[in-house]
């Protein structure tokens, strides 16, 4: 009995563990083998890959060639996603068409969570009726920016549209489903809970990813990849299981007729006015009025609806770009979005003091809303204080600040719809309630802070843009891309 002991303690210590952590299982079948193999090549072959493009960088090091840097910034919904959707379409088009699956399943999201508010907006309707008189309900005001002196009175909905909101039920069980798919890896349910934003009213909370997670994945057909050494892309269509029966789509398409319906009706219309609920202003909601063709079958996102689907990203995150072939000054592009951390800028400031230039978003269009994590502040005065934090702050005094004042169209309609920029913006007074005086009354008054407040002398750059027009923005990140690249390679003669 000793000496068998003594022989099997002999042969664990003898034995290699790292041979006996990498051997395959001693009953591995022939498929299970053949299977195996092909992960062992795909996972040298993204190794071999990763290797590859950090000996680039390291030559690149060598040689004295710097990235030229960019950071994204200003508050959620600016349109920094979709500035840097832009950058994809010109200097990646290809990355579109890998994306495709990704973002259809957003697109869906967008459309689900339009319904969602309007049926919660139903709800509170009729909580509302029960709780006042048979036949017409009053609320307090649902902005606090805007409060009326009297309450306000709502429509009744009738039986036809009792009948939509008990068939569009299913449409909370994609959302569901669909969520779970974004945020499976990162535990995120913010979409599903509901926040108050004061005591008369609750609304949904925006459903928001990991930036880090490889969400546009989620969405893919199993298995469904292309098995390439630079990386691990997605064929748009031939990623979607088109016979999948749980695919969200089915449901939408089955849905489409009643959710045009509700939307078009013309008591859902005022009901959302009254309760300043603007949908086609909010990002992600545009969809509404593109219904025949999102939900049509076999339905893959345009780039132009790649460019208006909204997801919020949360963490900083570094995007590539190869121009110019990707050899030579000015060829390696990295765009930085913050995300969620935008107003956290002395945390971050001191890790981004390298940059070529700061592309700052202020959507001028929200100068009637407020924020929805701090529903007393102003968006507008949000993006004003912001840009003061910015062009103040000394760590970033060197980077050149490129001002885009966004969301043009919107401001149109709004002004010309009779909202007075006046009405939130005391400092307006009697000036003309036009798009171009407000625009150019808000450009000076941005000029003035940095103008002011910057530690250095500047030159202001600002763009009066509406990034979700391709071709408008095209023209816009080419002539910064020119500029840039000229400020680029004169440093690098000075530096000769």
């Not at 009726?129 to 002196?149: E, Y």
């Amino acid at each position: 009995m000793p000496t068998r002991t003594t022989h099997r303690a002999a042969s664990i210590e003898d034995a290699d563990p790292l041979a006996l952590a990498i051997a395959p299982p001693p009953d591995e079948t022939p498929e299970e083998r053949a299977a195996r193999i092909r992960e062992e090549q795909h996972s040298k072959a993204i190794s071999d890959s990763i290797d590859q493009e950090l000996e680039a960088q390291r030559q690149e090091a060598k040689r004295g060639i710097k990235p030229i840097k960019i950071l994204l910034l200003g508050q959620s919904e600016s349109g920094k996603s979709t500035t840097l959707k832009n950058f994809q379409l010109l200097y990646e088009p290809k990355a579109f068409s890998k994306e495709r699956a990704g973002w259809r399943g957003v697109i869906f999201l967008n459309i689900c969570r339009s319904i969602h508010v309007i049926l919660d907006a139903m709800a509170y309707v009729q909580a509302h009726t029960r709780a006042t008189s048979p036949n017409r309900a009053t609320s307090p005001p649902n902005s606090p920016l805007t409060p009326p002196m009297t309450p306000t009175v709502y429509p009744e909905l009738d039986p036809e549209l009792l009948r939509l909101k008990t068939r569009l039920q299913p449409v909370l069980g994609v959302e569901e489903l669909l969520i779970r798919r974004l945020t499976e890896d990162s535990g995120e349910t913010e979409a599903t809970q509901l926040d108050t934003i004061n005591r008369s009213r609750s609304v949904l909370k925006e459903v928001a990813v990991n930036a880090s997670l490889q969400w546009k994945g989620a969405f893919a057909k199993h298995h469904q990849r292309q098995e390439r050494g630079d990386q691990e892309s997605i064929d748009s269509s031939a990623a979607v299981d088109w016979e999948d029966p749980n695919d969200p789509g089915i449901v939408l398409n089955e849905c489409a007729e009643d959710i045009k319906r509700l939307w078009r009706h013309p008591t859902i219309q005022e009901m959302l006015s009254k309760q300043n609920l603007r949908l086609e202003e909010m990002a992600g909601f545009s969809f509404l009025d593109a219904l025949d063709e999102v939900t049509s079958p076999r339905y893959l996102p345009s780039d132009e609806h790649i460019l208006r689907a909204r997801l919020k990203t949360l963490g900083v995150t570094e995007h590539r770009f190869k121009l110019n072939g990707g050899t030579g000054i000015g060829s390696d592009w990295r765009i930085f979005d913050v995300g969620g951390h935008r107003s956290l800028v002395h945390a971050w400031a001191p890790y981004f003091d390298d940059m070529n230039a700061i592309l700052f978003l202020a959507p001028i269009s929200a100068f009637d809303q407020v924020l929805s994590e701090a529903p007393k502040v102003n968006r507008l005065e949000d993006s004003v204080h912001l840009w003061q934090t910015i062009v103040s702050n000394r760590l970033l005094q060197n980077t050149t600040i490129i001002l885009f004042l966004n969301k043009i169209d919107l401001m149109q309609q709004k002004l010309a719809s009779g909202i007075r920029l006046r009405d939130y913006v005391v400092s307006y007074g009697d000036r003309p309630n036009n798009y171009e005086t407000a625009s150019a009354y808000l450009k000076k008054k941005f000029a003035a802070i940095m103008r002011e407040q910057s530690p250095v002398p500047r030159t202001f750059y600002c763009h009066l843009t509406n990034v979700t027009d391709m071709k408008a923005t095209k023209y816009i990140l080419g002539s910064i891309r020119d500029s840039i690249m000229q400020t680029q390679l004169r440093d690098a003669q000075l530096m000769a």
